[in-house]
């Protein structure tokens, strides 16, 4: 359930896992630390499903999110599945930093709601899955499954035993037992973790999903997501041959009497924590790295620069992008000093940001106010590599 570390590496890969994400934490104002988060999380939706070998054009993703579906079915029914990981992975944001939460991202309740709330959203078709004999059967939201199942070379636990099976993971990884007092023996458990889960495979389906949110409600009860802003998620799915890999020799039994006390092997179990956590430090670097401070602004100067020369918004809404990404949110009085124009100019200029859903506006008291956002469509522009280059060579040609 936990690897033996006589190496130390993954106790040093913990601390630098911990230690980076803080600094991410702090790289911005949070209201625009909360912009960016809103922006990831169909990112988190795209790479997540991708994993499953569901491509939804990440243009698709977005529409969903505004109920601007397609007509064709299939293309349908993965927005719909987008859409319901991208709202159950805020609403697990939003309980697990919750003022005095209660909840503990390993115990059995929570799992289930996981996979509840994400079944329930999803088209009726989803729900189906077929036996190797071809028998069709539906998945009951937030029901460990009645069936044997057979994943690649792994066979899951027998169904009748998966109470006492998930009741050991509750108790092993549950972060407010005496045995898990140290932050980083916290940290190697959530990789060890994820594997176990997908091992267990509780779920007759959707266990991929509800094991990387899993790992997400981890980090963010560790307090290591930085408020959202990375995802492992983008991470495995661009690594994904050597993640199945390693999550199938992980289900390997031990090899000798000197690899490990369990049935399974702590040698692969190791490998994949190392894996795992490699992974979530590139994701974190990878996102640092797009918030430079001073790689952003250059990068939003060019974008405003040939959005003006296109005639799509005016050379002084690059100043109001600006101020906003550095400072959150700004009044309607501070953008008419900073870009020095009309009453008039300013309405039409800043409506045209809003349609481009480049800015939100609120009238708060007496003052308008205008908010950071950041739309998918834009993403390779301000945040180049995100996404897969064929996504984004189409996403740069629909501009």
Not at 24 to 47: D, E, H, K, V
Not at 92 to 121: D, M, N, Q, T
Not at 157 to 178: A, C, G, H, I, T
Not at 261 to 289: P, W, Y
Request: aromatic content about 10%.
């Amino acid at each position: 359930m936990f690897p033996e570390d006589d190496s130390g590496k993954l106790t040093e890969l913990a601390l630098e896992l911990l230690s980076k994400s803080a600094r991410l934490s702090g790289t911005l104002n949070p209201i625009t630390l909360n912009a960016l988060a809103y922006f990831i999380r169909p990112m988190n939706s795209y790479y997540s499903n991708l994993i499953e070998g569901h491509d939804t054009h990440p243009i698709d993703i977005a529409r969903a999110l505004k109920n601007d579906y397609s007509k064709d079915k299939l293309k349908r029914e993965l927005q719909l599945e987008a859409k319901a990981h991208i709202l159950l992975n805020e609403e697990i944001g939003k309980e697990i930093h919750a003022p005095a939460s209660e909840l503990i991202p390993s115990s059995s309740a929570y799992l289930k709601s996981i996979h509840r709330r994400f079944y329930e959203r999803l088209p009726e078709s989803f729900k189906e899955v077929y036996s190797k004999e071809g028998e069709k059967k539906m998945v009951e939201p937030g029901c460990y499954r009645l069936d044997e199942v057979e994943v690649g070379r792994h066979i899951g636990p027998w169904s009748k035993n998966l109470n006492q099976f998930m009741d050991r993971f509750e108790e092993v990884y549950d972060p407010k037992s005496p045995h898990n007092k140290a932050k980083v023996r916290r940290i190697i458990a959530i990789a060890a973790s994820h594997h176990r889960l997908a091992w267990i495979h509780p779920f007759l389906d959707g266990n991929g999903r509800v094991v990387r949110l899993y790992s997400d409600a981890c980090f963010a009860y560790e307090e290591m997501d930085a408020f959202g802003l990375w995802s492992i998620s983008r991470g495995l799915a661009r690594n994904n041959a050597d993640y199945k890999a390693k999550l199938a020799n992980a289900d390997l039994s031990r090899y000798n009497d000197y690899d490990g006390r369990g049935n399974l092997s702590n040698k692969m179990l190791h490998e994949f924590c190392v894996f795992f956590l490699s992974v979530a430090i590139d994701q974190v670097d990878f996102m640092f790295t797009c918030l430079d401070t001073e790689s952003m602004l250059s990068r939003m100067r060019s974008f405003c620069d040939l959005m003006a020369f296109k005639n799509r918004i005016r050379p002084e809404a690059k100043h109001v992008l600006i101020d906003v990404f550095l400072k959150g949110k700004i009044t309607k009085s501070d953008a008419m000093r900073i870009t020095n124009t009309s009453d008039k100019t300013l309405k039409a200029m800043m409506e045209t940001l809003i349609e481009m859903e480049l800015i939100s506006a609120s009238k708060e008291g007496i003052h308008m106010v205008y908010y950071a956002r950041f739309p998918v469509k834009y993403s390779p522009f301000l945040f180049p590599g995100m996404y897969p280059s064929d996504k984004e060579l189409e996403m740069l040609g629909a501009v």
